[in-house]
């Protein structure tokens, strides 16, 4: 099925996206966003009539942000216009998925599956790993579920600049599982439930396991103070603090 890819190719004052933003759009579906709104639902329509003309393009059309389509930004975009052959769509929507930034959460618990659902609805490949199947039910379907009897394994077979968040049931198997998170030295976070206190436990087991103590550098531990600038939430909700967590790995993968 043939698609016609919109991009953002040039944006001028306030506007929703930059410009190399793009989406492409079937007679049946949208993949990506060039901001959403009116303009999105204005463009998404040209494409489909360009689809059922037969229109190959490629064109490009001016759209100013204003009262014209119902919009306040007060920016201009160019949009360019051109049709996708399917390979090429297929190529796209691989390609878009290999993109995408990648965190492993280690621990299905209360937090853990909280964290799994938040992630589930932002632009990231998500992995739930846990060493219990009856943990792993019930996921939303964006996130992967792993079950391993040595969920370190999964630390090894990660992608560079994945991003591990531990929060098992376990004290021990935490520390196991960021110090081979840490190991590796391309996460793009390693971030580990807990208190001050327990930071301060990890490093000694660092130093008492082989490891070099200045590992817990990297550790992030207590999780989710970034996304608060550093100020104490006192709520301890899983879903809040998954929340923070969340917005913590956003700021990462967005710096």
């Not at 709104?37 to 229109?55: N, S, Y």
């Not at 930004?73 to 995408?100: H, I, M, N, Q």
């Not at 992967?144 to 994945?162: H, I, K, N, R, S």
């Amino acid at each position: 099925m043939p698609a016609i890819l919109v991009s953002v190719a040039e944006a001028r004052g306030s506007t929703p996206r930059d410009a190399g933003a793009w989406m492409a759009v079937t007679p049946t579906d949208v993949l990506g966003t060039i901001g959403g709104g009116q303009l999105e639902w204005l463009v998404t329509g040209k494409a489909r009539e360009m689809l059922v003309a037969g229109d190959a393009g490629p064109s490009e059309q001016d759209v100013p942000l204003g009262p014209e389509i119902n919009q306040c930004c007060g920016g201009k975009v160019r949009l360019r216009f051109e049709t996708l052959s399917p390979d090429a769509l297929a190529r796209l929507t691989r390609k878009a998925g290999e993109t995408r930034n990648h965190v492993q959460i280690h621990g299905a618990g209360h937090t853990g599956r909280a964290l799994a659902r938040a992630l589930a609805l932002l632009p990231v490949e998500t992995r739930l790993v846990d060493v219990r199947p009856e943990s792993l039910k019930d996921l939303p379907e964006a996130v992967t579920a792993t079950c391993l009897a040595m969920p370190e394994q999964a630390v090894c077979d990660a992608l560079p600049g994945t991003a591990f968040v531990v929060l098992t049931h376990s004290h021990d198997l935490d520390f196991l599982i960021a110090a081979e998170a840490l190991c590796r030295g391309d996460a793009a976070y390693v971030g580990m439930i807990g208190s001050k206190t327990k930071r301060a436990v990890f490093t000694g087991w660092l130093g008492e396991n082989g490891h070099d103590a200045k590992l817990a550098g990297g550790l992030t531990c207590p999780i989710g103070l970034a996304a608060s600038d550093g100020a104490k939430i006192a709520d301890k909700r899983p879903e809040v603090i998954a929340a923070l967590v969340a917005a913590e790995l956003m700021r990462v993968f967005s710096s």
